[in-house]
T-cell receptor, first 114, second 111 residues
Framework: NAGVTQTPKFQVLKTGQSMTLQCAQD?????MSWYRQDPGMGLRLIHY???????DQGEVPNGYNVSRSTTEDFPLRLLSAAPSQTSVYFC?????????????FGSGTRLTVV | GDSVTQMEGPVTLSEEAFLTINCTYT??????LFWYVQYPGEGLQLLLK?????DKGSNKGFEATYRKETTSFHLEKGSVQVSDSAVYFC??????????FGTGTKLQVIP
């Protein structure tokens, strides 16, 4: 039982390149989300999904796309990377009926855009 | 909107010292409150939680009490260890996906 698996752990992109950050879970949780963590700013919600086929925007969605075709996977796409997207990205999941029990986080993807 | 305010860090303590990290919140209704811990190079891990007023969450020697009258959820530990060095995040959840995090407080414990 791996919980939440994020790949890759590290990535360097050139400005304008595209890439997909992967998030996979084996806990059968309905709710999945992407956060970015920047120094002095805590965690900010990018996009989230309450189930397969359903996604919505969070606090900082610009420059990112998501889709949710299965319960297990919730990829985050950067269409044209910018230096402002240099950050650490976390995927977090929650059991819909147990949201008050907190979230389970992946170990993060550290992205640098040069 | 909802907000969480944590004390500025870093906090540097000697081993076996008493720890308090302050957290206050602003939210309507009755949020659930959490402390998460992040060790270097890792994701956040749930440390403890409280779901209603006057609840006390505890785990690994850490405690926090949900004080609705002061809108606070301060984290305490009686005797810190070097292994407690990490970044601590206070957070609230109101509703299904409405999560608000504080900016984090870095704790460094020196032998």
């Amino acid at each position: 039982n791996a919980g939440v698996t994020q790949t890759p752990k590290f990535q360097v992109l050139k400005t304008g390149q595209s890439m997909t950050l992967q998030c996979a879970q084996d806990m059968n949780h309905e709710y999945m989300s992407w956060y970015r963590q920047d120094p002095g700013m805590g965690l900010r919600l990018i996009h989230y999904s309450v189930g397969a086929g359903i996604t919505d925007q969070g606090e900082v969605p610009n420059g990112y796309n998501v889709s949710r075709s299965t319960t297990e996977d919730f990829p985050l796409r950067l269409l044209s990377a910018a230096p402002s997207q240099t950050s650490v990205y976390f995927c977090a999941i929650s059991d819909r009926g147990r949201a008050n029990y907190g979230y389970t986080f992946g170990s993060g993807t550290r992205l640098t855009v040069v | 909107g909802d907000s969480v305010t944590q004390m500025e860090g870093p906090v540097t303590l000697s081993e076996e010292a008493f720890l308090t990290i302050n957290c206050t919140y602003t939210a309507t209704g009755y949020p659930s409150l959490f402390w998460y811990v992040q060790y270097p190079g890792e994701g956040l891990q749930l440390l403890l939680k409280a779901t209603k007023a006057d609840d006390k969450g505890s785990n690994k020697g850490f405690e926090a009490t949900y004080r609705k009258e002061t809108t606070s959820f301060h984290l305490e530990k009686g005797s810190v260890q070097v292994s407690d060095s990490a970044v601590y995040f206070c957070a609230l959840i109101r509703g299904y996906q409405k999560v608000t995090f504080g900016t984090g407080t870095k704790l460094q414990v020196i032998p």
